[in-house]
């Protein structure tokens, strides 16, 4: 992922306007330091079988997105994943449900994805 200081000088963040954040960032952090926040926060935060699953998810969606070039989409990647970093953080995960909006936008391919996801996570809760 190639990020350039001016993605994050053109990643308008007024301050008191909520543009369809529950929380928005401060400011968009760089990859790296988001990607261990990230790895921190579920160290903290998530049983260790959780722990596990979401580590490799994390791990597996930023290799996927490192030569990623389109600055759109790299805002919005980083902005996505800050916001899961600010809610596992903050204990407001659990028990919430993803937002209808998002998965109408998502490609066939991140549905794809979401239900392998959901299949490991029943796969991991069964006994």
Request: proline content about 8%; overall charge positive; glycine content about 6%.
């Amino acid at each position: 992922m190639k990020v350039s200081t001016r993605l994050f000088m053109a990643t308008p963040i007024v301050p008191g306007s909520r543009a369809g954040f529950k929380n928005p960032p401060l400011a968009l952090l760089p990859p790296i330091p988001l990607y261990r926040r990230l790895l921190r926060a579920h160290r903290r935060k998530l049983p260790k079988h959780e722990r596990v699953l979401g580590d490799e998810y994390v791990k597996g969606e930023f290799r996927r997105h490192r030569d990623v070039e389109n600055p759109i989409h790299i805002i919005g990647f980083l902005t996505e994943w800050q916001m899961y970093a600010q809610a596992i953080e903050g204990d407001s995960w659990q028990g919430t449900v993803l937002d209808r909006s998002k998965i109408d936008k998502m490609s066939d391919d991140q549905l794809t994805q979401l239900y392998e996801l959901m299949q490991a996570i029943k796969s991991k809760q069964e006994p």
